[in-house]
């Protein structure tokens, strides 16, 4: 877990610092060539600064250990800390750019020189490109851990912060083509048409992510269920244990950033002893906690059923 956090926690540093000096010089060459893409972009990129600074606070705040007052630990606290870097970006990002990008469609607004945009444009890609990659270098682990598709972790991962990233990131790189196209199609066309809405097209881009990371916040911390194919596979163990005749109920939530909860109801056979019934629930929290590293804690409840 500590490895982990370390981990994510250097993916954000990373993207924090870029997202920072990116948004300070999309502002200056927005306001020299007065184009809403440019301010959409630099609103953009603060949004996304302030996120990651909210990301430092989650990569902070789940890896602090249990205690008596939080016996099942801090993860959830990362939770709704991740939940705000999403509103902030809902707001800050996409709200200004929509509305600033109509502004211009509606009115207009002669643009100027466009050179120090273009010259912003294309070293923040090169910025942003090495902050997704180092994102991806930890998806791309994390699923060989786990021996899943980095595809299939990124729907699936509890990791919060390395999702926000590679989301925002990859939101990014393609803002700031759509931002040189409306440059370019102003540019061509004498009309700031084409810059206004590619603001407006930038603002949509970030409240799809924005929205997307809310909801899978939200269901986080409403305690959403381990994914099935790790419920599958501590029930294949719990049912591998010679002692363990069947599963009544299988319960599991993620208490925070790759940590998972297994509660279960078990059928023991009939003639196991209390000594056989206790050594085999040692055995099955054993062999969870090997087999899946992100399981915390596991509770098992002996629950007879009718077999004839």
């Known amino acids: 877990m500590g490895e982990k956090s370390g981990e994510s926690l250097g993916t954000v540093l990373v993207a924090g610092a870029a997202n920072l000096a990116i948004a300070l010089a999309k502002l200056i060459a927005g306001l020299i060539g007065g184009s809403a893409a440019m301010l959409s972009e630099a609103a953009h990129s603060a949004a996304d600064t302030v996120t990651e600074l909210l990301l430092l606070v989650v990569v902070r705040r789940s890896g602090k250990p249990a205690d008596r007052r939080h016996p099942f630990g801090h993860g959830k606290a990362g939770f709704v800390w991740a939940l705000m870097a999403a509103v902030a970006t809902l707001v800050g990002g996409a709200g200004f750019s929509i509305t600033h990008g109509l502004h211009e469609v509606g009115h207009g607004e002669e643009l100027a020189d466009l050179t120090p945009s273009y010259v912003v444009l294309a070293v923040a890609f090169v910025l942003e490109g090495t902050s997704l990659l180092k994102g991806l270098a930890q998806l791309r ?47 061509l066309t004498g009309s700031a048409l084409w810059d206004g809405v590619a603001s407006v097209v930038i603002g949509l881009l970030l409240l799809v992510v924005a929205v997307t990371l809310i909801r899978t916040n939200l269901s986080l911390l409403i305690g959403q269920a381990a994914p099935e194919s790790v419920q599958n596979g501590i029930r294949a163990v719990l049912l591998d244990q010679p002692e363990v ?16 909860l297994v509660a279960a109801k078990i059928d023991f056979q009939d003639e196991a002893t209390a000594r056989g019934v206790e050594k085999a629930a040692d055995e099955v929290e054993r062999r969870l906690r090997e087999q899946f590293p992100q399981v915390r804690q596991v509770f098992l409840d002996p629950t007879p059923t009718c077999r004839r």
């Open 245 to 260: 005749a069947g599963v009544v109920e299988l319960l599991t939530m993620v208490i925070g950033p790759g940590a998972v």
């Open 141 to 187: 682990r994390e699923a060989a851990r786990y021996g899943i598709p980095p595809l299939r972790l990124v729907r699936v991962t509890s990791d919060t912060a390395l999702k926000a990233v590679l989301f925002e990131d990859g939101a990014a790189l393609i803002g700031l083509l759509v931002a040189a196209g409306g440059l370019l199609g102003s540019q």
